[in-house]
């Protein structure tokens, strides 16, 4: 009877018995070393220790004692032994895989990052949890480490393209952290033909010589069309394809009656008028404004917001969904919703002509925008009117049409409570939005930026203002009484080192930057001021956002730096965002006057909002770049200005100003010379010509190569 093996890479040619000898040098290194930490062993007592003989053996001993010497694992002794190194504690962190040669381990409690060389990282993907043992190290330098155990696998299944040969495959992935192809047997390809997207599942690990072994779990389609493509980046990111069917379920049962006892528990705004203001395709409306005059100079706003809780109640499948969801996903041509239809476009809705049910903050403001009384409760409304964002700002340009009074008035208060803002010390990021028309079949047609005007503004600014009044109202009960629990939308203030480095470039450019205090916001406002419009403008103000923290959700009010706010929540939007209703509930929970929910079962579902937001955000990233990508590969013969907006030893990267697509000018494409990167200025130089090509600089070119499965664009300079 035949012995079965493993399938391995048929590239590998080495015996069985020798392999298992590679892999396990070093783990054997490992062992002997940390289980006598004081002890110093020569050459000679090390290959006796691991029964090495051959000379083959020796030098791949040798070679592994190098690489732990070089990482401080061990350390070489006087008289030439070698010995384990100080070792430092041991962490639990979260894998960031640079690059195929080494990653970083973000660990809580620890200011930098642990680098780890990928061949000490066990097999830990992007991503993963792991223990890892930090090296002490000398000099000031980033600390070093290696991973002990894989304590949580992020994901075991990956999107890629599928490659197959007579005897085995390899799918390829998409994801660019994922730097391992993997190895699928024949038997495994479940029908997949060559070039075709795929899902697949790691279902073992070799050594480090070889790929992981998986299956193909899915076909998604022929690489390239636009279906296929947008169900690899929802796969890639782990986005839901369909609701299960006892969500909707669940979610059919639910009826859409407003019942009089219900309207009895409710104040009632239907006699107020009352309006929303969304994008012309927008579907869900999850907000509205109502406006009546109490007196001269002495108005009441009301800003309401879709009573999704009433609907959506606690330990229901429907609420689980939404947890783990947690925010809608917004794709180049489509929609991935926390909620259910019936829900998000139509009983939750704020459809005009119609009673819908709604959660408010009702302010009392006068003509200076100062908010005199405030409100907060459940009412129910009846829309007057849908206006898109486009016919909401005609009425304000010509001054004439529906509700054309109460829209002016609402502008002029949207305008002071922008100006309060400012004065306050908030940041005008404002940056493009790009937007795709699509044909009939998703392909793209044309791109354009996405303009906001004062129809824009004025809704942002009524949104703004109860997100912020809601916070210091739960805030203020924290003060009269005991604690109570919130969920809080909050932006730290920037690090100083990053500003003081960003103050650093942004002086290359005429531009001084603050690093403390509130001269930091008007330094930047005043650099958005100068830079919008021109060809610097996403240059220097992506790298102004990439230098504030990231905003997130917590139960710890700390204050929202960029809007210049003390206390901020996420209020208005219970549709798309599953902290909006937290937030809801614990309202009318001290509303009801009972006591504070429990502050840990909320950070970590706070925690989980801020990962699911950056997924969606990574993933509307992701088919925004693929759809770029397609346009740009339909016209690759044109001539384009672009700006420079980052310079490497491998090339150019150039952002085209008409499409807002970023691609990359190769060094080797770059005819003229030969240059050299001046990293500290930001720039490269010709070596004969002393030819110049900075950050920021104005350029023009063409489209070389496009790359729809990598999402990358090769360009060439035109002279």
Not at 135 to 162: A, C, M, N
Not at 374 to 400: K, M, P
Not at 541 to 552: D, V
Not at 654 to 668: P, Q
Request: proline share 3%.
């Amino acid at each position: 009877m035949t012995k079965k093996t493993k399938t391995t890479k048929p590239t590998q040619s080495k015996t069985k018995s020798k392999k298992k000898k590679e892999k396990n040098f070093r783990d054997l290194l490992r062992n002997l070393f940390f289980e006598n930490t004081n002890k110093a062993f020569s050459i000679k007592q090390i290959f006796r220790n691991l029964q090495v003989g051959d000379k083959t053996a020796k030098l791949k001993v040798v070679e592994e004692l190098e690489a732990l010497a070089e990482s401080n694992a061990i350390k070489m002794t006087q008289d030439g032994s070698f010995k384990a190194n100080q070792i430092g504690e041991i962490f639990e962190g979260v894998v960031d895989f640079v690059n195929p040669r080494f990653a970083f381990i973000i660990c809580e409690g620890l200011e930098e990052d642990v680098w780890v060389n990928s061949d000490d990282l066990r097999f830990a993907l992007d991503g993963d949890r792991v223990k890892v043992q930090v090296y002490k190290q000398s000099g000031g330098k980033r600390p070093e480490g290696e991973v002990l155990e894989i304590l949580e696998r992020r994901r075991d299944e990956f999107v890629g393209k599928i490659e197959l040969s007579e005897r085995y495959a390899f799918v390829i992935a998409d994801n660019k952290k994922m730097h391992l192809d993997i190895f699928i047997p024949n038997k495994a390809t479940n029908h997949a033909k060559n070039g075709d997207k795929v899902i697949v599942k790691i279902k073992e690990w070799h050594d480090e010589k070889n790929s992981p072994v998986g299956e193909v779990i899915e076909v998604l389609g022929k690489a390239g069309e636009h279906e296929t493509e947008m169900h690899a980046i929802m796969a890639e990111f782990d986005l839901p394809l369909r609701f299960p069917p006892e969500v909707l379920e669940e979610s059919d049962k639910i009826q859409s009656k407003v019942t009089k006892t219900e309207i009895a528990k409710r104040r009632d705004f239907r006699a107020i008028t009352t309006f929303t203001i969304d994008p012309a395709d927008a579907k869900d409306f999850d907000d509205a404004l109502s406006i009546r005059k109490i007196k001269d100079n002495l108005w009441e706003i009301g800003v309401h917001i879709a009573d999704v809780t009433h609907y959506v109640r606690p330990n229901t499948a429907l609420e689980k969904e939404a947890s783990r969801r947690a925010t809608s996903v917004y794709l180049v041509d489509r929609v991935i919703p926390m909620l259910p239809e019936k829900l998000s476009n139509d009983l939750c809705s704020l459809r005009p002509h119609e009673d819908r049910l709604t959660f408010s903050a009702v302010f009392q403001i006068d003509e200076e925008g100062q908010v005199i009384a405030e409100w907060f409760g459940r009412t129910i409304i009846h829309s007057d009117r849908r206006f898109s964002y486009e016919e909401a700002q005609e009425v304000l340009e010509s001054g004439q049409g529906d509700f054309h009074q109460e829209l002016i008035l609402l502008n002029e208060l949207a305008k002071k409570l922008n100006e309060q803002r400012f004065r306050s010390g908030a940041i005008n990021f404002d940056t493009p939005e790009v937007k795709f028309k699509l044909d009939e079949y998703g392909n793209p047609i044309g791109i354009y930026i996405k303009e906001r005007k004062d129809a824009h503004k004025l809704i942002e600014e009524f949104m703004l203002l109860a997100n912020k009044k809601v916070a210091e109202f739960v805030q203020k009960m924290q003060e009269d009484e005991k604690e109570k629990t919130m969920v809080y939308r909050i932006h730290e203030k920037p690090d100083e080192e990053k500003l003081q480095n960003f103050s650093v470039f942004a002086k290359k450019f005429g531009f001084d930057i603050a690093v403390k205090g509130k001269a930091v916001a008007s330094s930047i406002n005043h650099l958005v001021d100068r830079t919008t419009g021109t060809p610097q403008q996403s240059v220097l103000q992506s790298l102004a956002i990439r230098t504030m923290a990231k905003a997130r959700y917590s139960t710890e009010s700390i204050g929202h730096f960029g809007l210049a706010f003390a206390h901020y929540t996420h209020f208005t939007s219970p549709i798309r965002r599953y902290p909006d209703m937290m937030a809801h509930r614990l309202l009318q929970r001290y509303l009801d006057a009972k006591s504070s929910a429990n502050k840990a079962e909320f950070e970590e579902k706070c925690r989980h909002s801020t990962d699911m937001e950056k997924r969606a955000a990574d993933a509307e990233r992701a088919s925004i770049k693929y759809k770029q990508v397609e346009y740009m590969q339909r016209i690759e013969n044109k001539d384009f200005d672009g700006v420079v907006t980052g310079v490497t030893e491998w090339g150019v990267y150039v952002e085209i100003l008409e499409t807002k697509c970023e691609g990359m000018v190769r060094m080797s494409d770059i005819l003229d010379d030969f240059y050299e990167l001046d990293a500290d200025n930001y720039r490269i130089v010709g070596k004969k010509t002393q030819r110049v090509i900075s950050f920021g600089d104005a350029v023009k070119v063409r489209v070389k190569d496009t790359n729809l499965e990598k999402r990358t664009m090769d360009l060439i300079f035109v002279a």
